[in-house]
């Protein structure tokens, strides 16, 4: 155990004493979580807005001309029918229409409550969903205001549909995606960079003729990583909170035992890698294109899995970052407890068993 | 097993497939004894050595280092020797002080008494004052010298050297040789691979090793004698090519 620990400190020592090692595992996440939250977050502004009105009264009219007169919208005047909404849509010159019912008023008044839909494109996800919110926040002032004045409260249900994007992929995903990008580098490409650099600079054989046993050797170089994937994820998750202001719904303690596990897999898959790579650099490839363009591309982070062909979507079924994104994100946006996970759960415990059996094995072999 | 042989290796066989990397290898190493182990690139050298260090199991044979067995006992065989590579295997970003601390707390030393250690160590070497120095601002010599050291810190009866002077300028080469000498005068074994020939002479015994077998092995002095030539290069040169011919000639017989 004495000189375990002796270990896990020297790997702290060369973590430490590495700026470049410091950068990619400190600055790296918070630069990147920035991006996200930041540059893919479209800034709301000039958003061409149009308007199908079957009612043409006066609370219509008061309504637009409220929407309109929000600096964030620019009118595209008045669309005729239900057909012409697609296609301005696809045209892509407008950003949202609003369809205010036929008799809008009149129900207003006799009934108390009347529909508007508010139907925005959605094939960026984010800024529809801060556009659509935006335009129900109007309304519902407006509402407000003509509450203030009647005794008889009044009601505007808006009904929200997102074009080309139904579910709303991607809301607030960048928090858990970032998350997942992050802990899967992070403790991936360090852990098979800092084996393999043991390799190339010949301090493993000192290594393995020493008493130490490789399962030693193994955990005593992954330890460190562990711990530093733990607080760059708590910091992201503080950045989320604080900066963007993404709530935490579900329970911390199972959101932390999920991420443990999550940096556990990724670690284990960092040992794999470092046995199969020669080099420092050759690890950092594999890493690279093993691990990011996957999580990037197939863990639902940017796109969505049901819009991609069949095959590939099979394919996503063994991307870990897949199953862990839908762990996150339950837990995350809705607060989902672990009877909701555990399917996923399950199966990231069987990848990650099986990748520490298939690494070890693999790690012991090269020593033949 | 004779008392005083700390490495015996009795009909070693070591197979990778259908190649054969050490075929049929019988040697004693004796204790206190400066031992080189020769040959060319891809005789078969680190095979064994792997197999003495208790990194490897053989094939087949009998194989025992300081009295514990290589089957099953590699875990009291790595205890008890030291290692020590071309590459020094020291950690270019640590200091000299926190290198040895390392090394003494993976193989369990107390703090106290690999302080203590170092200390002797470090003032025997001349570079006490610069212990907090880190690896990567020392001279190749230096390094040389202290991985040797540390490769002896936790007292192991034998000390396996895998060319040790690669790329250390000759005066450098000389002195790590009187520290290998005073080594042996202390008691341990010192198992050496090089290739430089000149080297091969400082050895109380050599064995050479081509295509996996043990072509000679025998005193500089006797093995000279043997084959009528000055100098240990050409006695390995006669033995390689003779090989390599015999070789040809079984091919040419196919």
């Given amino acids: 155990m004495k000189s375990f620990l002796g270990f896990v400190k020297k790997e702290f020592y060369h973590i430490f004493r590495d700026k470049r090692t410091i950068l990619i595992l400190f600055g790296i996440p918070i630069v990147q979580i920035m991006i996200f939250g930041y540059v893919v977050t479209n800034e709301l502004k000039d958003m061409h807005i149009a308007f199908l009105d079957y009612s043409h009264d006066e609370v219509t009219h008061q309504i637009t001309d409220k929407i309109i007169s929000s600096e964030f919208y620019i009118s595209d005047g008045l669309l005729e029918n239900t057909d012409e909404i697609d296609a301005a849509f696809k045209r892509g010159k407008i950003h949202e229409v609003v369809v205010f019912e036929s008799n809008f008023q009149e129900k207003l008044m006799k009934t108390g409550t009347a529909e508007i839909q508010i139907i925005s494109d959605a094939s960026d996800a984010n800024t529809s969903s801060q556009l659509v919110s935006h335009t129900s926040a109007i309304i519902l002032s407006y509402v407000n205001e003509l509450n203030n004045d009647n005794s008889l409260p009044v009601k505007i249900n808006t009904n929200t549909r997102m074009f080309y994007n139904e579910s709303l992929k991607g809301v607030y995903l960048f928090v858990p995606g970032t998350i997942v990008l992050i802990l899967m580098l992070i403790s991936a490409i360090m852990t098979s960079i800092s084996i393999t650099r043991e390799k190339e600079e010949g301090t493993m054989e000192t290594l393995l003729v020493s008493p130490l046993r490789p399962t030693q050797i193994i955990f005593g170089k992954v330890m460190p990583y562990m711990v530093l994937a733990l607080i760059n994820a708590i910091t992201i998750l503080l950045l989320g909170y604080f900066v963007f202001g993404l709530p935490l719904q579900g329970s911390l303690l199972l959101l932390s035992l999920e991420t443990f596990l999550f940096i556990t897999l990724a670690l284990a898959l960092g040992i794999l890698f470092s046995t199969i790579a020669s080099s420092q650099l050759v690890a950092m490839f594999i890493s690279m294109f093993g691990l990011l363009l996957p999580t990037l591309i197939l863990s639902d982070f940017i796109f969505p899995i049901e819009n991609m062909p069949k095959i590939l979507q099979y394919f996503t079924l063994l991307i870990p970052p897949r199953w862990f994104l839908v762990i996150l994100k339950s837990i995350m946006l809705k607060g989902a407890g672990f009877s909701y996970v555990w399917k996923e759960t399950l199966i990231l415990v069987i990848m990650t068993i099986t990748l520490f059996i298939v690494s070890i094995r693999k790690f012991k072999s090269r020593l033949e | ?254």
Avoid at chain 2, 55 to 80: H, M, W
Avoid at chain 2, 87 to 104: A, P, Q, T
Avoid at chain 2, 203 to 210: A, E, F, G, L, T
């Fill in chain 2, 1 to 254: 097993m004779n008392n005083d042989s700390i490495i015996t290796v009795k009909h070693l066989y070591k197979q990778f497939g259908s190649f054969t990397a050490n075929k049929d290898l019988n040697f004693e190493v004796k204790r206190g004894e400066i031992f080189g182990f020769l040959g060319a690139n891809g005789a078969g050298k680190t095979t064994t050595m792997k197999i003495l260090c208790g990194l490897s199991k053989p094939t087949s044979g009998e194989v025992t280092v300081a009295g514990f067995d290589v089957y099953q006992d590699t875990e009291k065989i790595k205890r008890n020797i030291g290692y020590m590579s071309q590459k020094f295997s020291l950690y270019e970003d640590l200091s000299v002080i926190e290198n040895i601390v390392f090394y003494g707390g993976i193989y369990g030393l107390g703090y106290k008494e690999i302080m203590r250690s170092a200390k002797e160590m470090l003032t025997g070497l001349g570079i006490w004052d610069i212990r907090k120095k880190v690896i990567a601002d020392l001279p190749l010599g230096w390094k040389q010298k202290l991985a040797f050291s540390l490769a002896m810190l936790h007292k192991p009866s034998i000390i396996f050297l895998d060319e040790p002077t690669g790329g250390v300028d000759p005066v450098t080469r000389r002195q790590f040789w009187d520290m290998i000498y005073a080594a042996a005068e202390t008691g341990i074994t010192i198992f050496v691979t090089t290739h430089y020939m000149d080297e091969a002479e400082y050895c109380d015994r050599v064995s050479i090793m081509v295509d996996g077998v043990i072509v000679a092995l025998d005193s500089p002095q006797q093995l000279k004698a043997q084959y009528q030539v000055k100098t240990m290069d050409e006695v390995f040169l006669k033995l390689a090519r003779a090989k390599t011919e015999t070789t040809n000639q079984n091919q040419s017989a196919l």
